[in-house]
Each structure stands twice: as structure tokens, then as C-alpha cells.
């Protein structure tokens, strides 16, 4: 097994230098929304935003009044993407089915499927406002029935974001906020004076906003740890370096953090994609950001083989896998750690971020090891219940309850099935013992 690196980013022990840093600051801010409450929040919102406000929660008419400045063509974009975001979450719900059986006569179990009743839906805005998040989260949540959506996006330029309060509008939001980062986070999860906290924390962010949801979570439930973009392109030589290296600088461009590997079995593909690379970050409008990106978390690793790009894709586990070889079926089939696949040169992550129906909200920082991404089923709760309706039944499973209990010490718990046994099953048991076998007591 060959695995050469022809660029290598950041390494690991700089990585978490940079992610103990985050975690400090986001530990002293959530403990001062705590403590300071609305105060706490106007602080964070005029230090980051120059932002202010008498009331972070929009009105009826400051909703209306945004939506106005949004063009017909534009607002025709944001329904399409809606459209095909909803017709993919409602199918989505209808895969999750409410269930009852009978599992013995007399003896009924289920489950029911419901709604998470509050969550707060973040929209990123600061480097690029991410319109598309508010379909991802707010609209999905809206699918599964969640009785109160809030959503929160920072300010651009000192106001609203039209096109993103438009968005959060049509998606089936209840409450809009205009505040940002990591303190619209903790006021949504902690609550204020003026907002009252949600069950449900969801959406993507920078890396102050997926810290604060990982220190949140257990206070409230997360989506998942969707921190700074990531993207993979696994390819061979059925494509060329000008869409490999369109499809890495697409993502990098996100932030200052956000990792872009290639991975491929041809050393020609390799090195023509790092020139590629070169040549496009002279015209790229968004150079500044996705060259950092490149130069510290950038990544070209070649393979000998389609085998050794599998185990190597699924140890990193990125949030983005564009794969465009060969054999992208087999990708599919075999791949076990990933945020999202766009299989094939036609599609791409834009798509997957924009318009395509799949959710954009995708687990980063290797949590693709152990949950997927967004969607309508985060929502939703599955609970259990029971139901026993003959004497026969309940004096069954009490008497095997019985005995197990006792198995394991709980005699407390034993009693709660003997009490049945002898009001339904008319045995004479004596207290703090097992029910005896059916053979035996016959």
C-alpha cells in the first residue's frame, strides 16, 4: 500500500491549538448570556456586527418590509429551491411511520413519532450570507411538524438580510432574529429576558458557533457538529484538473479553515490540478479566503489503488465527497464515513449547498463516523409505549418479569411485577420473591 502526499495541510496538534483557543472564548461568552442575559447579547451584537437593536426579534411588518427589497427573479429562485428541498423532507417523513404490535396475545408495544417542540435554527451571514441554510433547517423543521421555529441570522451591513429573511419567512419560521455567531447560539439555548429557549439547537457555522453547540448540548439537543466546510474530490483519470481543482477552490472559499483534499490514483490528475489551482486563485474573486484555505488545510493525497482511496476517504470522513471516477457506484456501495456523496462530474456540492433537495447541514470533524447530516428525522422523536389488555398477558410477563428482576437484585422492581401476578394471575406470592416458572407452579 502506497499512500504519497503530495500536499499536506495544517498538522493535527496546530488544529487543536487553533480549537482549544475557540473553546475558551465560547466558554466565557456562553457564562455571560447566562449571567447578563439581553445585556450580554447587545454587547456580542455591537462588538462582531455594529448591531444594536431595541428588539433582536423581528415584527410582522420589519418581515414584510424586508421581503419587499427581494426581486421577483430572486424570490422565484428561493421557491424553487424551497420546492425541491420540501418534495425531498416530505418524503423523507412519509419513510418514518408510526408502528403497533401485537407481540403476544394481549401484549401491544409501539411507537410514535414526534415533533421536537421548539428549535433554533442558525443561519450563518457574515463572510457570505448562506440563504440556503434557512431552507435546510427552518423549512425541514417545518415538515416535521415543530410547533415553534425560531431563526437567527446575523445582520449584513447594519440590516436584515432581505433574501435570507425571505427564506427563514417562507420556510415556516414563527420567530426571526437579526443576531449572529455564537451569541444568537446561547440566547437561542439559555434564553433572555426577551427570548425564550428553544429544545433544539440545528444549522451550520463557523467555529465558535459548532463550539458553542457542542458546549450546549445535553442543556438542549444539536443537530450535529457542522463546523467550517469541508470537501473532498475523489477522482481518477476520467476527469481533468480544471473541474478537480473547481470543485476544491468551490468549497475553500467558505472561510479561512475550511479543508479541501483531493484524493486520486493518478499523479498526472495530481499535479495538474495543484497548477490548476495556481491558475484560478489569480481570478478568483474570493482569493483571499480560499487560498488561505488551501495553503493551511489543502491536501493532495495519490493512491496506487481505487481500494486505498476507499480506506483513506472513510478514515477522513469529510462533509463533502465529490466522487468522479470510474467506478462511482462502487463508491456508494462501500463508502461508510461521509457527510453527503455527489456522485458523477454532472452534479457537484453547489447543488448539494443551493438547490438540490438534499440538506446542506452535514457532520464535520470526522462526525460522519457515527451520524449523518440534517434532515427531516433530526426532528423527530421517537417514543416507545405499552399496553397489556388480558389478565393472561399481564400475569405472564410479570411472572418472566418477575424472575428477572430478582436475577438482578432489584427487588423493588420485582414487586412492581408480582403485584400483577397476584391481582391478575390469582397467584399467592410471597413478597420479595420470584414468580415461580408456569411448569412449577402447575
Known sequence: MTITYLKRGKPDAERAEDDAKVRGIVETTLKDIEMRGDA?????????????????????????????????????????????????????????????????????????????????????????????????????????????????????????????????????????????????VGAMAIGTESIDPVHMLVGPGNAFVAEAKRQLYGRVGIDLFAGPTETMVIADDTVDAEMCATDLLGQAEHGYNSPAVLLTTSRKLAEGTLAEIDRLLAILPTAETASVSWRDYGEVILCDTHEEMLQVANDIASEHVQVMTDRDDWYLDNMHSYGALFLGPRTNVANGDKVIGTNHTLPTKKAGRYTGGLWVGKFLKTHSYQRITTDAAAAQIGAYGSRLCMLEGFVGHAEQCNVRVRRYGGQNLAYGTAAPYKDAAE
Do not use: W
Not at 64 to 82: L, Y
Not at 151 to 161: L, R, Y
Open 40 to 184: 450580554a447579547i447587545r454587547d456580542l451584537s455591537q462588538k462582531f456586527d455594529g448591531y444594536a437593536p431595541d428588539s433582536f426579534r423581528l415584527s410582522a411588518s420589519e418581515i414584510e418590509a424586508a421581503m419587499s427589497k427581494v426581486s421577483d427573479r430572486d424570490m422565484a429562485d428561493i421557491r424553487f429551491a424551497q420546492n425541491q428541498i420540501r418534495t425531498f423532507a416530505e418524503a423523507q417523513r412519509a419513510s418514518m411511520t408510526d408502528i403497533e404490535v401485537e407481540t403476544l396475545p394481549g401484549v401491544i408495544l409501539g411507537h410514535r413519532n414526534i415533533p421536537v417542540q421548539s428549535v433554533g435554527c442558525y443561519v450563518p451571514g457574515g463572510k457570505f450570507p448562506m440563504v440556503a441554510s434557512a431552507h435546510m433547517s427552518v423549512l425541514t423543521a417545518s415538515v416535521a411538524g415543530v410547533p415553534r421555529i425560531v431563526a437567527s441570522a446575523p445582520p449584513v451591513n447594519g440590516a436584515p438580510h432581505p433574501a435570507i429573511v425571505a427564506a427563514m419567512h417562507l420556510g415556516g419560521a414563527h420567530e426571526i432574529l437579526v443576531l449572529g455567531g455564537m451569541q444568537a
